[in-house]
């Protein structure tokens, strides 16, 4: 076994199963492209994302970011950690990995020709 299907392996075996309640979830709090925009630039952050960059970098009311982060953390999307009076973003570990696994068991297994 090669070092590169162990680490596939050990990541397949750490990412959570979703029901189907919780896909449904998922994937109704990133139907909207803003809340999708702002799962991107919260992932694609190196650090946990300050709420004051996030609103900078999507040109949206400090009303309308609180209402799509709660959406995403209600969901189980992200992690917010308080520090005082500011937020700091993360994308929770392993969510996104178990939505792409799910999505992925979609795909049609090749059939056999009769």
Do not use: Y
């Not at 109704?28 to 960059?53: H, M, T």
């Not at 959406?71 to 570990?93: D, M, N, W």
Request: proline share 5%; hydrophobic share 40%; charged share 25%.
């Amino acid at each position: 076994m090669t070092a590169t299907s162990t680490t596939t392996q050990d990541r397949a075996a750490k990412t959570p199963r979703l029901t189907r309640a919780q896909r449904t979830v998922l994937l109704k709090a990133l139907a909207d492209p803003k809340r999708f925009e702002l799962l991107e630039r919260i992932a694609k952050s190196s650090c946990p994302l300050g709420c004051a960059d996030a609103r900078e970098s999507l040109a949206i009311s400090p009303a309308t970011l609180s209402h799509h982060i709660k959406e995403l953390e209600s969901a189980g999307l992200i992690v917010i950690r308080r520090e005082g009076k500011f937020h700091f973003l993360t994308v929770k570990p392993g969510v996104l990995e178990a939505l792409a696994a799910s999505l992925q068991s979609l795909s049609p297994s090749s059939c056999s020709a009769r």
